[in-house]
């Protein structure tokens, strides 16, 4: 039969702006959610992660919020460029599943010059 | 740049066939992870090595395997080839067990079956 692919959530901003990209997830025992970039063509690339203990994390021009109580997380990207055009994804890991991580579908970014 | 190595980085091949994907880790990473994506189920993990040491397992079918190796590469074996195995395979890399830390990727190798 034929297949259907994954329709991708999308986000469209212009350059400068602020980007926040939503993810809920599903395990209650995850205890540790990381965000990955992929542009087209590359693996994905590591920005950045938290762990269950934290509900905010900083790195450069981004920030990861984890509401637990509602099993959601969010990637901020401050002052978005065209560079950080690519599909995010959000992960989780749970201690007991060693290093097993699920994946969220992804989001597209789209940075408009 | 991942640190992460994998060849090929493209294969064509035919159904019924087997093939080897080969990743090398990180300098001092001991964990390598094995994903799959492809367009109707996104990133799946299929299997996780540790120092040699299968140690998590996804939902990886009876026709792939993987081995890890005293120098800590990695190669995953893929047989009886079907078009539905047609995807990006990647590898991943951590310096533990993982759990909370991070992997990082290398850039895949993309299996077309004909």
């Known amino acids: 039969g034929e297949s259907v692919g994954l329709h991708l959530p999308t986000l469209s901003v212009q350059e400068g702006d602020n980007s926040i990209i939503n993810c809920a997830y599903s395990n209650s025992a995850s205890d540790y959610f990381i965000w990955y970039k992929q542009e087209s063509g590359k693996g994905p690339q590591f920005i950045i992660d938290?762990?269950?203990?934290?509900d905010k994390r900083q790195g450069q021009r981004v920030t990861v919020l984890l509401n637990k109580t509602v099993k959601h997380l969010s990637l901020q990207i401050a002052a978005t460029q065209p560079g950080d055009s690519a599909v995010y994804f959000c992960a989780e890991g749970a201690r007991t599943s060693y290093g097993k991580l699920t994946f969220g579908q992804g989001t597209i970014l789209t940075v408009h010059p | 740049d991942s640190g992460v190595t994998q060849t090929p980085k493209h294969l064509i091949t035919a159904t019924g066939q087997r093939v080897t994907l080969r990743c090398s880790p990180r300098s001092g990473d001991l964990s390598v992870y094995w994903y799959q994506q492809s367009l109707d189920q996104g990133l799946q993990f299929l299997i996780q090595?540790?120092?040699?040491?299968?140690?998590a397992k996804g939902n990886i079918l009876e026709r792939f395997s993987a081995q890890q190796f005293p120098d800590l590469h990695s190669e995953l074996n893929l047989s009886s080839l079907e078009l539905g195995d047609s995807a990006l395979y990647f590898c991943a890399s951590s310096v533990g067990l993982g759990g909370k830390q991070p992997q990082h990727f290398g850039d895949g190798t993309r299996l077309s079956i004909l």
């Open positions: 090595y540790y120092n040699g040491e299968e140690r």
């Open positions: 938290i762990r269950s203990n934290m």
